[in-house]
T-cell receptor, first 115, second 114 residues
């Protein structure tokens, strides 16, 4: 079946512009996560959605970052007034259920370059 | 806070060689431990996991044992293949959090030559 789909696969933007990244999770997956990976670093947790519950935003690095998800469908991650340090690969993952043992299914990521 | 440290790569091996990729962790609680793999052009996927001390996770010929005394979860394979070339990520999750707020290492690239 279809996996997690992210778009765009690559995005180059100028410093100060806003960008929106999209994630289509696997159908029926209730949990959705955003991570990012900056060059030479491990993946950093950003935000977690579970159904209609309030999201866990504890990993968002600043108030320029926000994310939305309606129910168990598509999620968008928005970065306002982008900075060069926002350059990274942004990864989305979904999971069929919550809990620390639930497997995560990752998309191929969006590579964001801020010039 | 929780953290994961992996050996730096790339690790370059010939086909049929023995593989070890070291991973150590720091955690305040009793984490679950994972290895994820990213093949070229694909998303990360779960390779194996272990949820408590002395558990051994295994998949596709890879193994890793949860060692609480040494806070390690080293990945091993007895005979690597060219198709194993990928980036391997060690990760942990804190069960107290209630969900998979995974903490990842930086990844180790494995290159296997024929």
């Amino acid at each position: 079946g279809a996996g997690v789909s992210q778009s765009p696969s690559n995005k180059v933007t100028e410093k100060g512009k806003d960008v929106e990244l999209r994630c289509d999770p696997i159908s029926g997956h209730t949990a959705l996560y955003w991570y990012r990976q900056r060059l030479g670093q491990g993946l950093e947790f950003l935000i977690y959605f579970q159904g209609n519950s309030a999201p866990d935003k504890s990993g968002l690095p600043s108030d320029r970052f926000s994310a939305e998800r309606t129910g168990e469908s598509v999620s968008t991650l928005t970065i306002q007034r982008t900075q060069q340090e926002d350059s990274a690969v942004y990864l989305c993952a979904s999971s069929p259920r919550t809990g620390y043992n639930s497997p995560l299914h990752f998309g191929n990521g969006t590579r964001l370059t801020v010039t | 806070g929780n953290s994961v440290t992996q050996m730096e790569g790339p690790v370059t091996l010939s086909e049929e060689a023995f593989l070890t990729i070291n991973c150590t962790y720091t955690a305040t609680g009793y984490p679950s431990l994972f290895w994820y793999v990213q093949y070229p052009g694909e998303g990360l996927q779960l390779l194996l996991k272990a949820t408590k001390a002395d558990d051994k996770g295994s998949n596709k010929g890879f193994e890793a044992t949860y060692r609480k005394e040494t806070t390690s979860f080293h990945l091993e394979k007895g005979s690597v293949q060219v198709s194993d070339s990928a980036v391997y990520f060690c990760a942990l999750s804190d069960r107290d959090t209630g969900f998979q707020k995974l903490v990842f290492g930086t990844g180790t690239r494995l290159l296997v030559s024929p």
